[in-house]
């Protein structure tokens, strides 16, 4: 069949093979880097047939891969063998040798420049060079998510056009995005060519859209899901959004930036046995990374928890986590008939999208069961109204209700840039207007009241400050580094829940948790201000609705 065989014990491996490929990648896949010729990479294997194998080791060493079969028994040595031995300067000496082949280009800016320079400027067979002849493009690939995931990108946006208009890559950094590359236009229908091949998609397909996952481990990576989809445009063009899923570990409840009331309040309604409680807010908001705190410690060993997520972008060792499929029905509907079947204690539900779902909820929650879910709505209260909208039945969701938790993301300040100036007294003002305002109790004396209790806190001894965004290395020269969440917790008491089963409207229901001691996001807000954690500007924005 055209495959050579190599006796392992009587061929020692180059230094130079064995630096394309990393020790762990090889001792895992079982394949022994032997030696490099020009772009090539001769690979022994014990199965030089393993396609997937292959084409993660193009990907890996950005060279050609020529297999070999090693001779029966002899790969597991020689592997231990060759990488124990190896020579740290080995890789340098070998690239002085004569007839070396040049160093390739390693930035993304560096492969973009060799892109720009090299090519057909006609549409090339996009298959064959991408998978194989194209080595520059899959470095370039490989690298941009690395990039990403260096970056703690969440997105990633490949905005492809007509020339001369060139391919524009940009990155969603805490919550903004960016741009972060320009690619020649000659590599428009390659670039998606080539990630369609890696999340195994129809490359033929131009004029409908597509969505799959890509694990990029399997390309030599750093262990990374992501979720693909591609969005035809204009002129028989498309578009591809990525979004990293994988690596992402369950924050301490501690650490998500709860106030300390609203802690103190979230860990009662934990220790319930039974309800339900819902963390609402809209996409991208932080909401599963909320419930993943929740269950991080919820999750013991007395404790069974069952989860239905679509997608699972977060894992937890002890959680039973399921990941739902509507196209062969297995909707998170079905998921919960499933796991009132299966003994849990808590159920995590990834969002309530329709009344099945809501009301076998519900119905789990009032049978002992402590059930939570995510929902699309601006604040704790539109949640509820939103619920009995869609079907739910009004006596039985008051009985089930713990409470409701609404969140924003605000980018944090860059701690080690921030610039702090006292507060003049007319912005002081300003700013307890803007706080009392959001619920709707702004009289002078109430701001003297609210100034007095600011700058009798520990934390501000007196003066209050305001800290403003400068920007440094450390940051970007954008000022802020990370994000904060703004929280609004409302917790279902009796007046509460009487309002519920007369189907009040959502502007009762926010006074009644007002009253009860809810603080508006808004108000959360201005308190992290206050502690020089974000800066007005971003709540604002934050909560403007």
């Known amino acids: 069949m055209g495959i050579l065989t190599v006796d392992l014990n009587r061929f020692a491996p180059e230094p130079e093979a064995l630096t394309r490929v990393h020790a762990l990648i090889a001792t895992r896949e079982a394949a022994l880097p032997l030696m490099v010729r020009g772009d090539t990479l001769v690979v022994a294997m014990n199965d030089p047939w393993d396609h997937r194998l292959l084409e993660m080791l193009r990907f890996t060493s950005e060279l050609r891969v020529r297999p070999v079969l090693a001779t029966p028994g002899t790969l597991a040595p020689a592997l231990a063998r060759a990488y124990r031995l190896r020579d740290d300067t080995a890789g340098a000496a070998a690239s002085d040798r004569p007839g070396a082949t040049a160093a390739a280009p390693t930035s993304l800016f560096e492969m973009a420049e060799e892109l720009q320079r090299t090519g057909s400027d006609a549409a090339d067979a996009v298959v064959d060079v991408v998978s194989e002849s194209d080595n520059t493009l899959v470095r370039l690939v490989n690298r941009l998510i690395s990039d990403a995931i260096d970056l703690k990108a969440s997105d990633i946006h490949i905005e492809t056009d007509e020339p001369p208009r060139p391919v524009c890559i940009r990155m969603r950094v805490d919550g903004d995005l960016r741009r972060h590359l320009e690619l020649p236009p000659r590599v ?171 009301r076998i909820a519900v119905e789990a929650s009032l049978t002992g069961h402590l059930v939570m879910s995510t929902l699309h709505t601006n604040s704790a209260p539109e949640a509820v109204t939103r619920l009995l909208e869609i079907g739910l039945d009004a006596f039985m969701f008051s009985d089930s209700l713990l409470g409701v938790l609404a969140q924003r993301l605000v980018r944090r300040l860059c701690p080690d840039c921030r610039m702090a100036e006292p507060l003049q007294a007319h912005t002081e003002r300003s700013l307890a207007r803007l706080y009392l305002g959001s619920v709707g109790e702004t009289t002078p004396e109430a701001e003297d009241d609210l100034i007095a209790r600011w700058r009798a806190r520990p934390v501000h001894g007196g003066r209050l400050l305001q800290y403003r965004r400068h920007g440094c290395h450390a940051c970007g020269g954008t000022g802020y580094r990370g994000r904060l969440g703004l929280h609004e917790l409302a917790v279902a008491n009796d007046a509460l829940r009487e309002l519920i089963r007369h189907r009040a409207s959502a502007r009762d229901m926010f006074a009644a948790a007002r009253d009860a001691g809810m603080r508006t996001l808004r108000q959360d807000g201005i308190d992290k201000v206050l502690q020089g954690l974000t800066d007005l500007p971003e709540v604002l924005a934050a909560t403007a609705h």
């Open 188 to 358: 428009r229908f390659a670039l998606v060519a080539r990630l369609k091949i890696m999340a195994d998609l129809d490359i033929a397909e131009h004029r409908r859209p597509q969505d799959g996952k890509l694990d990029f481990a399997r390309f030599g990576g750093p262990r990374m899901e992501l979720r693909m989809v591609t969005v035809p445009t204009s002129g028989g063009l498309e578009d591809v959004v990525l979004r990293l899923l994988g690596g992402v570990k369950p924050l301490p409840l501690s650490g998500i930036g709860l106030a300390p009331d609203n802690l103190a309040a979230l860990h009662g309604l934990m220790t319930k046995p039974h309800g339900l409680l819902l963390i609402c807010g809209p996409t991208g908001c932080g909401k599963t990374t909320t419930l993943h705190s929740v269950m991080r410690e919820l999750n013991q060993e007395h404790r069974k928890i069952w989860t239905a997520e679509d997608p699972i972008e977060i894992t937890q060792p002890g959680l039973r986590q399921v990941q739902v499929n509507p196209r062969i029905g297995w909707t998170f509907a079905a998921a919960m008939r499933t796991f009132l079947r299966a003994d849990p204690d808590v159920v995590m539900i990834g969002e309530m999208r329709d009344e099945e779902t809501a």
